[in-house]
Nanobody
């Protein structure tokens, strides 16, 4: 089993920055990919960034490329999402997800069913 706990969500003005954190515990050695998804009211959950935990390769959805950065601290079993130049359309609940299915990270925006562990979410609100 893997447990994921997100933190760092907040309300910011457009153009601002936030850093989300996702702390993993349990059988973390089994994780091959970690990702950040987001879901706005009335919309489907979409993947915005992912990282191969073994090799460190990163992947981004077009909507956040150049603005968001995913990174990991293996010593802390923590994945981060640095979000710069935030826009009102970035407003959503952000979820951390982990896959233990093996292989490389699924292509973004991804399918939530490709990840088998989820955190509880952290809210990001961007005002104009």
């Amino acid at each position: 089993q893997v447990q994921l706990v997100e933190s760092g969500g907040d309300s910011v003005q457009a153009g601002g920055s936030l850093r989300l954190s996702c702390a993993a515990s349990g059988y973390t050695y089994s994780i091959n990919c970690m990702a950040w998804f987001r879901q706005a009211p009335g919309k489907e959950r979409e993947g915005v960034a992912a990282i191969d935990t073994g090799g460190g390769s990163t992947y981004y959805a077009d909507s956040v490329k150049g603005r968001f950065t995913i990174s990991q601290d293996n010593a802390k079993n923590t994945v981060y999402l640095r979000m710069n130049s935030l826009k009102p359309e970035d407003t959503a609940m952000y979820y951390c997800a982990a896959s233990t299915y093996g292989g490389s990270c699924p292509l973004l925006p991804g399918n939530p069913y490709e990840y088998n562990y989820w955190g509880q979410g952290t809210q990001v609100t961007v005002s104009s």
